[in-house]
């Protein structure tokens, strides 16, 4: 059998932690990213809102938002049968944080002179 060694934990192979790789993941769809979009300026929007502003349907517009909140973009909290949805910037920055530290990590700036 031929395998490929595995890459030494600790090392620049090490990739980014879980939550980071959700937040990626999360803003990886461009669907998403509208999404994203919709919360600037601040303020709480519904999953109807969304769906609305977004072209989707309440199902999928909700889908996203899951997505979006185990990604830590945004938060959610219920009022009665409505569940509002707010741009999550605290969690964001961290998550942007740990991205730069892993960047640096792996592609140090001037490694390529």
């Given at each position: 059998?031929?395998?490929?060694?595995?890459?030494?934990?600790?090392?620049?192979?090490?990739?980014?932690?879980?939550?980071?790789?959700?937040?990626?993941?999360?803003?990886?769809?461009?669907?998403?990213?509208?999404?994203?979009r919709q919360f600037a300026g601040g303020g709480e929007l519904t999953v109807g809102q969304i769906a609305e502003r977004c072209g989707l349907k309440p199902s999928t517009a909700s889908e996203h938002l899951s997505?979006?909140?185990?990604?830590?973009?945004?938060?959610?909290?219920?009022?009665?049968?409505?569940?509002?949805?707010?741009?999550?910037?605290?969690?964001?920055?961290?998550?942007?944080?740990?991205?730069?530290?892993?960047?640096?990590?792996?592609?140090?700036?001037?490694?390529?002179?």
């Amino acid at each position: 059998m031929n395998r490929e060694a595995a890459p030494a934990s600790g090392g620049v192979n090490e990739g980014v932690d879980p939550a980071t790789a959700d937040f990626l993941k999360a803003l990886a769809s461009e669907t998403r990213q509208l999404v994203m979009r919709q919360f600037a300026g601040g303020g709480e929007l519904t999953v109807g809102q969304i769906a609305e502003r977004c072209g989707l349907k309440p199902s999928t517009a909700s889908e996203h938002l899951s997505l979006l909140r185990r990604g830590g973009l945004v938060l959610s909290r219920k009022e009665g049968r409505q569940v509002f949805y707010r741009a999550d910037g605290t969690t964001m920055a961290s998550h942007l944080d740990a991205l730069k530290e892993y960047l640096m990590r792996c592609c140090p700036p001037n490694c390529d002179d």
